[in-house]
Every structure is written in C-alpha cells, then in structure tokens.
C-alpha cells in the first residue's frame, strides 16, 4: 500500500454496505469487503448487485484519481457490464480497477474481485464520463 495516497471519505451507500478504499493511485484503485451474512441472497452467497456495486466503484475511482484532496475528479458511469465466474470461498472480497483508456471527457475501466485465496469471482468493464463538482 502507498502511503503517500489520499482516500476520500466513504460516500453513503459505501458505508452502509462496509466496504473500504486500501489503495488509489494513478489509473489504479482498491476496495475490500468483509463478507457479512446481510450481503447474501437468498441462496447464502453474495449478492451479484455487491459485486456490481463494487466493481461500479472501483472502476470510477480508478480513473479519477489526481493526487491533490483539494483538487476531485469525479468519475460516472456511461455503461458497465458484469461478468460472474464464481462464488467465493474466503472471507474477504478485494476488487481491483484499471484504466485502461480514455480522454479529457470520458474514460474506459475494468476491474475485478476475488477474493483473500485467490478464487475469481467477477469481472467488469465500463465507460465512464468526467465531472465536475458544481
């Protein structure tokens, strides 16, 4: 972990859910979630809209990042698909996002969650439009 990075506050729906910003830097962002039995279907696993929102999140962070807490990109989702591959098999969700491309007015992202063993669980793909804070 960087610790050079600046972490924003979680936004509400993030704190609800519980999960956390580790690492954020230049075209990269990290969040992690300890899995919680209020997270699960009906099935007892995770629900795919967990995954969908993590990944939602870490694909914009990851395109927004500029070193300065003064000084916020805010990223918003233009599209987004998710891929679910698997279940998991730890206790602890990471979800990873890259950016992969992009220009002054939009941006391309991908991200994925597995979890602390290694299992894939999800992947994801986005676009991504910059704001600004009005």
Same mark, same amino acid.
């Given at each position: ?7 924003? &506050? ?16 230049? !075209?990269?962002a990290?969040?992690?979630?300890? +899995? ?6 009906r ?7 967990i995954?969908?929102?993590?990944? !939602? ?10 070193g300065?807490?003064?000084? *916020? *990109?805010?990223?918003?989702?233009? =599209?987004?698909?998710?891929?679910? +591959? =698997?279940?998991? *098999? ?8 890259? *950016?992969?491309g ?6 391309f &992202? ?6 602390e ?5 999800a ?12």
């Amino acid at each position: 972990m960087n610790d050079k990075m600046e972490f924003e &506050a979680p936004y509400p729906l993030q704190a609800h859910l519980g999960f956390r910003q580790v690492d954020w830097q230049p !075209d990269f962002a990290r969040f992690e979630l300890p +899995l919680a039995e209020f997270l699960t279907n009906r099935y007892g696993i995770p629900h795919g809209g967990i995954y969908a929102t993590m990944l !939602d999140t870490v694909m914009g962070f990851c395109g927004c990042y500029t070193g300065d807490p003064e000084v *916020k *990109k805010l990223g918003m989702t233009l =599209s987004m698909n998710v891929n679910f +591959l =698997s279940r998991p *098999k730890g206790e602890l969700l990471i979800c990873d996002g890259f *950016k992969t491309g992009g220009g002054n007015r939009t941006f391309f &992202a991908r991200g994925e969650i597995r979890d602390e063993l290694g299992t894939e669980i999800a992947t994801g793909t986005g676009v991504f439009r910059y704001r600004t804070m009005n």
